[in-house]
C-alpha cells in the first residue's frame, strides 16, 4: 500500500494570509493529483502534476511536485474564505490510473 | 452529462439491517470506485471496476461487504448486516482511462447512519 502523508492535518488562518501544505510518501508516483472538497461534496480536481520539479499555477494556488516525484506542496497566496475546504492529495502510479489519496489537510480561512 | 449519481443521500439504518447504496457513473466511463471517507481514516478505497469487471476488491473491510455493477450504467455497494462501525460517507468516483492526467469524478456520496 502506498501511504500519502499530508501535513499539517487541521488549519486555520485569517484572510490574507499565505499558506503552504504538503503530501509526503516513500513511493514514487506516475502522478499527482490535488482535490478540494467542500462540506457535503464529493472530492473536485484541482490539478495534476507528472514530472519531477513541475510548478503549476491556478490563480492564487501554486502547486509544485518534487523533483524525485515523491512528495508536493500547494501554497495559497492571500487566502480568502472562498477557499476553506479540505485539500487532498491523491497518487497514481504504474500505467493504470487508480488514485489513493491522503488524509486531507482541512483548512478554515476566516474573514 | 450530469455527473455520477448516487443514491440514497443519506441513509440511517439499524444494525443487522442490510443496505443497499446504488452508483450510476458518468457515461462513457470505463473506470468505477467505491471510496468510504472517516475521520479517522480518510478516504480509504474499497473495491474498483473496470469494464463492469471487479478488479481489486482488496480494500473491502469484510465479507459482509459486497459491490456489483452489472452493467456499465449501474453499481451497487451492499452492506449485510450493517454495524455501527461501518458509519461514514460513502463515494462513487469514475474515470476514463485516459493517462496519468486522467480525473475522478466523484458523486455526492452517501451518509450511512448505522444505529
Known amino acids: 500500500t502506498q501511504l500519502l502523508e499530508q501535513s499539517p492535518q487541521f488549519l486555520s488562518i485569517q484572510e490574507g494570509e499565505n499558506l503552504t501544505v504538503y503530501c509526503n510518501s516513500s513511493s514514487v508516483f506516475s502522478s499527482l493529483q490535488w482535490y478540494r472538497q467542500e462540506p457535503g461534496e464529493g472530492p473536485v480536481l484541482l490539478v495534476t502534476?507528472?514530472?519531477?520539479?513541475e510548478v503549476k499555477k491556478l490563480k492564487r494556488l501554486t502547486f509544485q511536485f518534487g523533483d524525485a516525484r515523491k512528495d508536493s506542496s500547494l501554497h495559497i497566496t492571500a487566502a480568502q474564505p472562498g477557499d476553506t475546504g479540505l485539500y487532498l492529495c491523491a497518487g497514481a502510479s504504474g500505467g493504470s490510473y487508480i488514485p489513493t489519496f491522503g488524509r486531507g489537510t482541512s483548512l478554515i480561512v476566516h474573514p | 452529462d450530469a455527473g455520477v449519481i448516487q443514491s440514497p443521500r443519506h441513509e440511517v439504518t439499524e444494525m443487522g439491517q442490510e443496505v443497499t447504496l446504488r452508483c450510476k457513473p458518468i457515461?462513457?466511463?470505463?473506470?468505477l470506485f467505491w471510496y468510504r471517507q472517516t475521520m479517522m481514516r480518510g478516504l480509504e478505497l474499497l473495491i474498483y471496476?473496470?469494464?463492469?469487471?471487479?478488479?481489486?476488491d482488496s480494500g473491502m473491510p469484510e465479507d459482509r461487504f459486497s459491490a456489483k455493477m452489472p452493467n456499465a450504467s449501474f453499481s451497487t455497494l451492499k452492506i449485510q448486516p450493517s454495524e455501527p462501525r461501518d458509519s461514514a460517507v460513502y463515494f462513487c468516483?469514475?474515470?476514463?482511462?485516459?493517462?496519468?492526467?486522467?480525473?475522478?469524478?466523484f458523486g455526492q456520496g452517501t451518509r450511512l447512519t448505522v444505529v
Open positions: 468516483a469514475s474515470s476514463f482511462s485516459g493517462g496519468s492526467d486522467t480525473e475522478a469524478f
Open positions: 471496476f473496470n469494464n463492469n469487471v471487479p478488479i481489486d
Open positions: 457515461s462513457g466511463h470505463d473506470y
Open positions: 502534476v507528472v514530472t519531477g520539479g
